[in-house]
């Protein structure tokens, strides 16, 4: 899962990169607003955490540029505006999730996962399961048939991202981009490595290889 | 109240009246005296002619009765005459018994005489020599049908003075309606600006009236600017506050201060303080109250996207509903009632197990809104401390906590009141009352 965080203030924003990445997200982190109106249009991020108040251009400003070019990721705004009229005009702008600072930690970290499972089809679910298979986000730990796996990070971060996206082709490429941030080599073969790994530990036909186009998860092999 | 109709009304009739009385005053005066003037020449002519009627006769002077009208024969007839010479005193028979009251001097008296049967005499003495005699004329007329005609002409004019004073004051009434038209559209407008109908008034007014509405208008928009403006300073304020607050809030998940639980609970306490602190203050100032005449918070507008944003808050679980009159326009600013709303909600759907329903009717000049929810609800005991005035409810564990704080300090910015009462739901209803500051 590849986050945007658009935010001025540089000692919330290390904080908050280093909490989710800890969560295995992998962050990128932008302080001006037309940077933010360009990135989050060209890279293919799967959540955007957006401040308000931002140099260059506002954050609803930003928000309206991305809905009006159609970029349809889902956007959580973080402000220091409270108040019920202009959390309303940013949902009406098009935002997912609002989250008033100041905020514990928790409370964001469970918006983005909320979020995310949303924006996958996932919703009113306290937890991540598909096929058989249910990850506890909270520990990286996966449960299948009531016996707890270990997971390593990479691992875990692979594993989230194939059970949101149940049943599509995924290339090598697609899953570096999405799991890496921008700074971060891509080497695709570390990702098959992990792929096997996975394959190891929840067994070989839960993740098929498609010859040229990539990796499917299918949650075929786990009994249900 | 000060009435620019009234005072017309009242000026022009006082000056009718005043101009009227004298007019007419003047007018039976001026008749009055020409009148009287004429009968004094025929007084005067009368006793030339009783004096040519007296004749030398085989006794002394006699009066020739063939040379004097009938009307002295008549008793009480209103002409009388009295002959007086060589102590002989001649009276007209009209006098009957009566005695003509004495003249003081020769000529006409200045004043009407008291005669027979009520009547008012003019009178006229006149003093001649005819066959070496002196001879004194003392001729009378009876006034009084004169001044009974002028009584009857006073009345009959009263009246029709009456009714042309009502005429002229319906018209005036009228026509000053008519003249002070569009002052009366102008406060129509304002009415409607009290109550969020309109935002401006119209420009299209009379000369007289355009310095004032353009005046008007142009407080209107200085208003909103500045509301705007402070609001913004406000929302900055709040940024450059609230940010660092999230740092530090953040900071205390650092491993470093979870391994001193004990500071870390301080800090985290006085930062949630500062927090609740900050809020409630800037949500205080950034109401705008009656500042903004205009503005008003359309209920179907606004509902819908304040109820989806309640929904997300809340997770889908809770079934929310509202209920308002079609139309239903309440007549204060939009991000005042928003903040009210929206406070209330959330507060009871903490607080719900599974219903919230928001209800807004009108009721006679007040806005009622009515909050229910069907959780635990307040004991009546708590109530009282809830709403008592001043007291911190963000401090107290009574539960509907600083959202009802600022609920509260919403509903005293705009001079409403809030109860708390028993839900048909079974939990908590929170009813406030609004009153628009026009009525």
């Known amino acids: 899962m590849r986050l945007l965080l658009v935010e001025d203030n540089v000692a919330l924003a290390d904080e908050l990169s280093a909490g989710l990445q800890k969560l295995g997200y992998a962050v990128d982190w932008l302080t001006d607003g037309r940077d933010a109106a360009y990135q989050g249009a060209v890279e293919p991020y799967d959540l955007i955490i957006l401040d308000l108040g931002l140099p260059g251009l506002s954050g609803l400003e930003v928000l309206a540029q991305w809905r009006a070019a159609a970029i349809s990721t889902p956007v959580l705004i973080l402000t220091a505006r409270s108040s019920w009229s202009e959390r309303i005009d940013g949902l009406k702008a098009g935002a997912d999730d609002y989250l008033t600072k100041p905020f514990h930690q928790e409370e964001l970290y469970l918006r983005v996962q909320a979020l995310l499972r949303r924006s996958h089809g996932f919703s009113n679910q306290s937890d991540l399961s598909a096929a058989g298979l249910r990850l506890d986000e909270a520990r990286q730990m996966v449960h299948s048939q009531g016996q707890a796996i270990e997971l390593t990070g990479a691992e875990f971060r692979l594993l989230r991202y194939f059970m949101l996206h149940q049943g599509q082709v995924l290339s090598k490429s697609h899953l570096a981009e999405h799991l890496y941030d921008g700074e971060t080599e891509r080497d695709s073969n570390v990702l098959e490595v992990h792929v096997n790994h996975l394959r190891r530990k929840l067994g070989r036909a839960v993740i098929e290889t498609r010859r040229g186009q990539g990796y499917r998860f299918t949650g075929a092999g786990v009994p249900q | ?439």
């Open chain 2, 1 to 439: 109240m000060h009435s620019i109709q009234r005072q017309l009304t009242f000026s022009l009739a006082m000056l009718l009246i005043v101009m009227g009385l004298l007019l007419a005053q003047a007018g039976l005066w001026i008749v009055d005296r020409g009148l009287r003037q004429h009968m004094q020449d025929n007084l005067q002519s009368q006793a030339e002619s009783l004096l040519s009627a007296l004749v030398k006769g085989t006794e002394g002077i006699e009066l020739n009765s063939r040379h004097h009208d009938a009307v002295f024969l008549k008793p009480f007839s209103g002409h009388y005459f009295i002959i007086e010479f060589n102590q002989q005193r001649w009276r007209s028979r009209s006098l009957w018994d009566f005695e003509l009251p004495s003249v003081e001097h020769l000529g006409f008296s200045e004043q009407l005489k008291p005669g027979p049967e009520q009547q008012q005499l003019l009178m006229y003495q006149g003093a001649y020599r005819r066959y070496t005699t002196d001879i004194k004329v003392t001729v009378a007329h009876d006034y009084s049908p004169v001044l009974a005609s002028f009584k009857q002409a006073q009345i009959i004019g009263a009246g029709l003075g009456l009714l042309a004073l009502l005429l002229t004051l319906l018209l005036q009434r009228q026509l000053v309606r008519r003249a002070l038209k569009p002052l009366e559209q102008t406060r129509v407008q304002i009415e409607q600006l009290q109550q969020g109908q309109r935002s401006l008034l119209e420009q299209d007014t009379p000369l007289e009236l355009q310095p004032l509405v353009r005046q008007v208008n142009r407080l209107l928009v200085h208003t909103e600017e500045t509301l705007q403006r402070s609001r913004k300073g406000l929302g900055n304020l709040g940024h450059a506050l609230k940010t660092p607050l999230a740092v530090l809030m953040s900071l205390l998940q650092r491993e470093e201060l979870q391994r001193q639980p004990e500071l870390s609970a301080i800090l985290q306490e006085q930062l949630e303080f500062i927090e609740q602190r900050i809020t409630r203050e800037l949500t205080r100032a950034r109401l705008s109250g009656e500042a903004l005449p205009g503005a008003f918070f359309d209920c179907a507008e606004e509902l819908p996207g304040l109820f989806q944003l309640i929904n997300r808050v809340h997770g889908e679980v809770l079934t929310l509903d509202w209920h308002a009159a079609a139309g239903l326009r309440l007549p204060w600013e939009r991000d005042d009632m928003l903040e009210m709303l929206g406070n209330l909600l959330d507060n009871a759907c903490k607080w719900a197990d599974s219903r919230v329903e928001l209800s807004i009717e009108q009721r006679g000049a007040a806005y009622c809104v009515c909050i229910d929810d069907d959780g635990p609800g307040i004991a009546e005991s708590q109530r009282e401390q809830v709403q008592r005035r001043g007291s911190r409810l963000d401090e107290q564990s009574v539960g509907h906590g600083l959202g009802l704080g600022i609920v509260r300090d919403i509903v005293e910015t705009l001079q409403g009141t809030l109860q708390l009462l028993d839900s048909p739901l079974g939990g908590l209803r929170v009813e406030i009352c609004l009153r628009p500051c026009s009525a």
